[in-house]
């Protein structure tokens, strides 16, 4: 037993949040400038967790922190390390609860820390199944989408629990990814979706069918390297995401100032009701004057991303 180390990423997803629980395909980036880290280091006393504001027993750190708690219970049993207690730390270069994927990243990192600290290896699947059974306690039912993504090396394209590499032939285009400040809510805009469909299944399952269409045209649009194309699937799928009542004011103020500074689309990314917001510029110059629109349009804080090209098997 040492001292272990996980390290995951930030996600942004493109198209597809929410039609994705329907088993419709979604499309998903791993950031991987912005890291999250876990540290695992064994202990003779009690289970240690410091996490973002919290400095505590692990068994005390309450239901904010239940994913990181069952991340770790399930690293430690798949490990036959139960009898095992660990100081964990985790640090991250991007904000939680904000659509990035700080809960299914940190579940993640704490996994691969555990299990490197007990010198276990693990398959990509295994990770994968401790990953979404954290992530069960935080969400209710995730697609598995956010597990994925937050610990792919590659764009991935995914669909009924199964992640592909992406290909991507956009030559120059820039994400830019910024946050409204306000806390995305994804559990509560899963589950308030939920239900408004099975209220109303004739009008609310259309509008999930269409998001699921628009992702299946921006993956054709990354495939054909048009820029123009990704950017229309990305604004429509925004006005469908409002439709169902995901967004927010302030995330259609910032995805229309995006639009106004030069971005060929932009959109919410991940739950809504809050988070992030994404946007599509054809260069680093555009990308640049979308990024400081959405600054001076109230973003606290806004990332910039080349969008590299990949092969895969079509
Ligand atoms: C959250 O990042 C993405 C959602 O589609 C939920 C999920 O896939 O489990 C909203």
Known sequence: IREGHGRTWAKAILLGEHSVVYGHPAVAMPLHDLQMRATATPTAGPSMLH????????????????????????AREFSGRMDQSFEIVTTSDFPHERGMGSSAAAAGAVIRAVL?????????????????MAEQ?????PSGLDA??????????????????????IEGAQLVIADSGV??????AVGGL??????????????????????QAGIAALDDGDAQALGSAMNRAHEVLAELGLSLP??????????????????????GLGGCVIALADSAETADAVASALRSAGAPTAWT??????????
């Open 305 to 314: 991303y080349r969008m590299r090209t990949s092969e895969a098997n079509r």
């Open 137 to 141: 306690i935080a969400h209710g039912r």
């Open 148 to 169: 994925a993504a937050t610990s792919s090396p590659c764009p991935i394209r995914f669909q009924g629990g199964q992640m592909r590499p992406l290909a991507q032939r």
């Open 250 to 271: 302030v995330l259609n103020r910032l995805t229309a100032a995006a639009r106004n500074a030069g971005a060929l689309g932009a959109k919410l990314t991940g739950g």
């Open 116 to 132: 490197d600290a007990c010198g276990r290896e693990a398959s990509a699947d295994d990770l994968f199944a401790l990953t979404q």
């Open 194 to 215: 939920r239900e408004r469909y099975e209220a109303d299944p004739d009008g609310v399952g259309p509008l999930i069918n269409s998001l699921g269409a628009l992702a």
């Open 51 to 74: 996490s973002l504001e919290y400095s505590g027993p692990m068994g005390d750190s309450g239901p904010g922190f239940a994913c990181i708690a069952r991340a770790f219970e399930a």
């Open 183 to 188: 806390h995305g809510r994804t559990r509560e």
